[in-house]
């Protein structure tokens, strides 16, 4: 007891929570040259903190998303998450949850809510289908994504990662988006890594975001507890 009494309170509560509720719990610290996501920028650079918990098939998170230099445009986001993933057989499997939106010091909707639909396939690639809808602002995002990972050795590799889809707002038209991510990740350990890469995205809306190639940096320190 008395050592649990020297730790950090961070460190204390996560300790408590795994012991308590026999959860697995991640964090996550990362930092992008830009915040791009779904195809859209929304600002320069950013930090990106994560926590998440799961227990057996349910998860629950909280992702921050914090740039350097806030603007009245963006001036940051907290993404608090919870849903489930339903396994229908070997190969197929199936997330369901939702999503609700913080934008701190935003005048119109500073809360949104977004339900989200996943079919995940164990196949090559990994291929993932992912279905959101957001019910405040009433926009729709559809995603196709697949990954590979290439093992260089016992603690590095490369993981080339995929995405396309499209965006409909309710009053505008819908856009199209594709992303490329290709990242080095080093093994400090069993539950702490180290990734680091570049990413590539472009849009096809030339009005409400901007029709323009985006390239950034972006690195992630995880660690499971």
Do not use: C
Not at 168 to 189: L, N, Q
Not at 196 to 205: I, M, P, V
């Amino acid at each position: 007891m008395k050592t649990l009494l020297r730790l950090p309170l961070p460190v204390l509560l996560l300790a408590l929570a795994q012991s308590a509720f026999a959860v697995d719990v991640s964090t996550k610290l990362g930092f992008e040259t830009k915040y791009v996501t779904y195809g859209t920028k929304y600002s320069e650079e950013t930090w990106v903190p994560m926590l998440d918990v799961s227990q057996g098939d349910y998860y629950a998170g909280i992702w921050g998303y914090l740039p350097v230099q806030p603007k009245k445009s963006f001036e940051g986001e907290w993404d608090i998450f919870a849903g489930r993933t339903l396994k229908m057989n070997k190969v197929v499997s199936f997330d369901v949850g939702a999503t609700v939106y913080r934008y701190p010091r935003t005048d119109v909707d500073d809360t949104t809510l977004e339900g989200f639909f996943w079919v995940n396939l164990a196949a090559p690639l990994s291929p993932k289908l992912k279905l959101y809808y957001d019910f405040t602002v009433n926009n729709w995002i559809g995603e196709i994504m697949i990954s590979h990972p290439f093992k260089f050795n016992k603690t590095t590799s490369l993981v080339l990662e995929g995405h396309g889809g499209f965006r409909r707002p309710e009053y505008h038209e819908a856009w199209y988006y594709g992303t490329v991510k290709a990242d080095v990740v080093y093994a400090f350990s069993e539950k702490t890594t180290l990734a680091a890469g570049l990413r590539s995205t472009n849009n096809t809306d030339h009005a409400a975001v901007g029709h323009a190639v985006e390239n950034w940096f972006g690195i992630t320190l995880s660690h499971s507890w």
